[in-house]
């Protein structure tokens, strides 16, 4: 029996890790492994730990870096789970378009995949903003514009699901995505290769089998899709957005 380390992104884990405990004692009975969920308070912590880990249930963004870094291999992917972002305005300013972010700044995580879809996501519409404006968390991005420091926010809609009505009162949705492009998903680390199909095809069958049902449900995961061969590409692409965002004005905004 193999001992794996399990870590899972710390949006995910935040509330209730014990739901992940759960998980990793359910995936540990299916595959024959001996998995240890290790909890982590931040980012900071996950990414230190992050290419120790044997399975990590990651974010789009750190996906990709243990795919190019360390060659981790990408399993599956919760069906109909996709990272969107909420496109937010200062309360104070009444009703607001999309067209009325051009030319103004507005803040987000530059260095999270959602902020990258988000940019091309108004791109496409001719909206082009002055500037993209870092923020440390999504919660410095509500307290951005909430204070009036810019006008509009960018924020991850797990995040923006995750808050209260009293937060979510300082601020206006002006628009929500729906590509269905990015999501987040399993990856083993590569000296686990042996394992592949078998841990895979555990995760794929795993809605099927007695007593995961329970558990998935606390989770919102439905069952498990595998990760498209083009996936990876597709976020290197995005990532190319931060090039952009770096190089303000971004690239196409109108003269």
Known sequence: MNKLRFLVCPHDAAGNPERWYLFAQLLSRETDNQLTYEPCLDFREFHEKLSLADIVYANPQDSLKLFKNDSY??????????????????????????????GHAIASVTSMMPTYLAVEYINSMSVYPADVENRDSW????????????DFGFLYKDFHDGLNSLTRSTYNVIDVTNEERIHHMFMLNPRHRDQVDSITEVLLSLHERSGAVEVMNELNMKQFLPVESTTMELLEALSGALEKLRDIPIEGTPD
């Open 73 to 102: 291999i990408p399993l599956v992917r919760p069906a109909d789970v996709y990272d969107e972002v909420v496109i937010i305005s200062n309360s104070a300013l009444g009703e607001k378009s999309l067209e009325d972010i051009s």
């Open 139 to 150: 919660m410095s991005v509500v307290k951005a514009v909430y204070q009036g420091d810019v």
